[in-house]
Nanobody, 124 residues
Framework: QVQLVESGGGLVQAGDSLRLSCAAS????????MGWFRQVPGKEREFVAA????????RYADSVQGRFTISRDNAKNTLYLQMNSLKSEDTAVYYC?????????????????WGQGTQVTVSS
């Protein structure tokens, strides 16, 4: 059974940093592309960042480019999202996702497995 467990969310002030983690189990993590998405109540879930199976390729939403960094540790089966210079508009529930494929993809339909999410709140 695939399990993705996010952690690291919380309440921070604008300009602060946070690092989200996603612990994966149940699949061969090291061969799967991974992604982060986020959702605000009343809005569609949106793409944030994605990384290929070996970390060699990354993709970012324009809104987070230059502020967020996605990375992975295949030895620890863990995905990360380093978020710097946080803004109030980054407030959302952040979801970790895993796909049955090696490449970094930006659309939700490309991901088969999802975590429960972690809340990030940025106060201005």
């Amino acid at each position: 059974q695939v399990q993705l467990v996010e952690s690291g969310g919380g309440l921070v002030q604008a300009g602060d940093s946070l690092r989200l983690s996603c612990a994966a189990s149940g699949r061969t993590f090291s061969t799967d592309g991974m992604g982060w998405f986020r959702q605000v109540p009343g809005k569609e879930r949106e793409f944030v960042a994605a990384i290929s199976w070996n970390g060699g390729s990354t993709r970012y939403a324009d809104s987070v480019q230059g502020r967020f960094t996605i990375s992975r540790d295949n030895a620890k089966n863990t995905l990360y999202l380093q978020m710097n210079s946080l803004k109030s508009e980054d407030t959302a529930v952040y979801y970790c996702a895993e796909r049955n494929g090696r490449l970094a993809r930006t659309t939700q339909d490309d991901y088969e497995y999802w975590g429960q999410g972690t809340q990030v709140t940025v106060s201005s």
